[in-house]
């Protein structure tokens, strides 16, 4: 079944935890930059600085979300390409390419993308100040987040964990040291957290293509940027990112159609909802290190054709299934107040989130399924499935908010994310059987 020296190589949990475990402090750092600027503001006296930067931090979201697969795509096809130059470099290559025309089109189109936003969102107009200084400041990162995501993708197909752990936890203490000492020592507000976050995420971009630099291959032969760019050599890439792009899409659709409906009800429970968003997260963000390890050993699979791999890998991740949203609970259920504290200390704010907090119980045990086998299918750029899972979790959304919310409100906004993100599992497990025909492919 296997047809590479490669696939001879016995792995065991121990090497999937290997991975797993620096993966979720890795990935973990990314939400945290929300998490600090949220905290930073949380504790200011206007609450109109927190909804502000909810709303920002909602629009990009949407539009690093939308374009993350950059980073999972990555991650799949430099597992797949194994020890082989030309492949490595050619998975690079492609992607990075991409991030660089799509961040200099998020810049020049800034102001369309803006206005649209808030004609969806719809926030009152001192929020909507708030959003538009934290924006227009951090828009002009967006060219170093997405070129971050491609380098941070490269370098976790090929398990250089070390770096991407510099990486990560690099541009979040860049952030905190810097965004406190503007916040606090000199009481620029929003304007110090989003010139912070932009800080540091040009410093880490730099120092991601040095460490690029540093373990890219080395071959004899020249590479060939006109083949490797070519429409013929793209397209495949494009097909499997174009998946990946509508499933985020629909997912981004339910984030923003979530904060729309929260914004209509009243300032405070907008800005409640942003801190359990937050938290909610980290949590999805956890699990995220789960799947990267899952999407580097189906992505080897696929590369050596290693049916038996791929099978380990997937017991790998449905033990993971049952391990990690245990965790979690008992996290969440022993921290909660804590947690929530760190994020606000307006008392308001504080009763909100303790009145819809239990949700946060449930979200990790259904959630768990479609976030994890993610990182499978993605491995091994079966994305079709992953895209058809989330439309049919899309549908599910509408149904749900549609007679849940106008009966239960906020709880029943709370219970149609829950069910959506159920759908999330139950649509994509249904795939497993098929998937393992694409190692062979």
Request: contains cysteine.
């Amino acid at each position: 079944m296997t047809t590479s020296s490669n696939s001879n190589k016995q792995y065991h949990f121990k090497n999937y935890l290997a991975l797993v475990i620096p993966f979720i402090i890795s990935t973990i750092t990314t939400p945290l930059l929300g998490v600090v600027d949220t905290a930073l503001v949380g504790h200011l006296p206007n609450p109109a600085f927190i909804a502000g930067i909810a709303v920002g931090t909602v629009i990009f979201n949407t539009i690093y979300w939308l374009f993350g697969f950059l980073r999972v795509s990555t991650t799949g096809f430099s597992a797949q390409a194994l020890d082989d130059p030309i492949l490595l470099r050619s998975s690079l290559i492609r992607p990075l390419f991409i991030a660089i025309l799509l961040g200099i089109v998020f810049i020049i189109f800034q102001s369309l993308i803006f206005n649209t936003a808030m004609q969806l969102i719809k926030p009152n107009e001192e929020v909507k100040h708030h959003a538009h200084t934290y924006f227009t400041i951090l828009i002009w990162g967006a060219p170093f987040v997405l070129i971050n995501y491609v380098l941070v993708g490269w370098l976790m197909g090929m398990a250089k964990i070390k770096a991407v752990l510099f990486l990560q936890v690099l541009i979040n203490l860049l952030n905190i040291v810097m965004a406190a000492t503007l916040v606090w020592g000199f009481h620029f507000d929003i304007q110090g957290v989003a010139f912070a976050t932009l800080s540091a995420q040009i410093i880490c971009t730099l120092l991601g293509i040095w460490f690029i630099y540093a373990y890219l291959p080395k071959t004899e032969q020249k590479t060939d940027f006109k083949a490797i760019l070519s429409w013929q050599s793209l397209k495949g890439v494009i097909l499997v990112n174009t998946n990946l792009m509508i499933r985020t899409i629909c997912l981004l659709i339910v984030t923003n159609h979530f904060i729309s409906i929260g914004s209509r009800f009243n300032t405070e429970v907008l800005a409640a909802n942003a801190v359990l968003f937050q938290i909610h997260y980290l949590m999805a963000y956890l699990f995220d290190g789960f799947a990267n390890a899952s999407s580097v050993f189906s992505g080897k699979a696929k590369g050596t054709k290693d049916i038996t791999l791929y099978n380990q890998t997937l017991r790998w991740s449905l033990l993971s299934c049952l391990i990690c949203p245990v965790v979690l609970i008992a996290i969440w259920l022993g921290f909660d107040s804590m947690i929530i504290r760190l994020l606000t200390n307006q008392t308001d704010i504080i009763n909100l989130c303790t009145e819809y907090q239990y949700w946060l119980i449930v979200f990790p045990i259904v959630v768990a399924g479609g976030l994890i086998y993610y990182g499978v299918f993605s491995g091994i750029s079966y994305t079709s499935s992953i895209r058809d899972s989330m439309i049919l979790a899309l549908l599910l959304w509408f149904i749900a908010q549609y007679l849940f919310v106008p009966i239960w409100g906020n709880h029943g906004l709370w219970l149609s994310y829950i069910l959506f993100s159920a759908g999330r599992t139950l649509f994509l497990v249904i795939w497993i059987k098929k998937s393992k025909n694409n190692i062979m492919l």
